[in-house]
């Protein structure tokens, strides 16, 4: 399947209400609920259009990832982009039919290859102990383990802990040390 990442705009609004709607069960399995807020449409909208303002400022990025049919997949991000220490954020969700097709692993690369020119040095992931998935999927693109946390909390009945992730950027510092000399 081929993939591409596409960065939020408000003519997709409605599109990923949709997209939400449809796998808010799958998500709240395996991530903590947004909240019912979250899937009111007056709200959602003033949500997606406040993530846009943050894009523009270059403070965090808000891709979906689409399919040959301009179908929505699932969305990927990079937020809390810090200006000084160039460190994201990632998250990411791939909609429950299109999970174990490579969709999010696609993704995640195309991902890391824009952070050249986004002039990010590092991106950190959490996950959850029980989203092996996920950690696959970080692990497959290079991410490092960090740690888990100490610190447990309930979801779905089940206790769970974070798992924190980490990906350098080596051409971020190959770029870097190369414009010093």
């Known amino acids: 399947m081929n993939i591409v990442i596409e960065k939020l705009k408000v003519t997709d609004i409605e599109s990923l209400y949709e997209f939400e ?4 069960i799958f998500f709240e399995e395996m991530v903590p609920s947004r909240g019912d807020d979250y899937y009111i449409p007056e709200v959602f909208k003033v949500r997606n ?3 846009l303002n943050e894009q523009v400022k270059g403070l965090s990025f808000f891709y979906l990832i689409k399919d040959e049919n301009n179908s ?7 937020v809390y982009i810090d200006d000084s220490d160039k460190i994201g954020f990632l998250g990411y969700r791939v909609g429950q039919i299109h999970t174990g097709k ?10 890391l290859n824009t952070t050249v020119d986004l002039d990010i040095k590092e991106v950190k992931a959490k996950t959850t ?3 092996i998935a996920s950690q696959k999927v970080l692990e497959q ?8 946390s100490d610190k447990e909390f309930e979801m779905n009945g089940q206790m769970l802990k974070f798992i924190t992730y980490k990906w350098t950027n080596k051409h971020y510092f190959n770029h870097h040390s190369d414009a010093a000399v």
Not at 21 to 24: D, H, K, S, W
Not at 72 to 78: A, P, V, Y
Not at 102 to 111: Q, S
């Open 49 to 51: 259009e406040s993530l």
């Open 72 to 78: 929505i997949l699932g969305r990927i991000n990079l």
């Open 102 to 111: 490579g969709v999010a692993k696609k993704a995640l690369k195309l991902l």
């Open 129 to 131: 102990t029980n989203n």
């Open 21 to 24: 709607i449809e796998n808010r």
């Open 141 to 148: 693109n290079g991410f490092e383990y960090i740690e888990t």
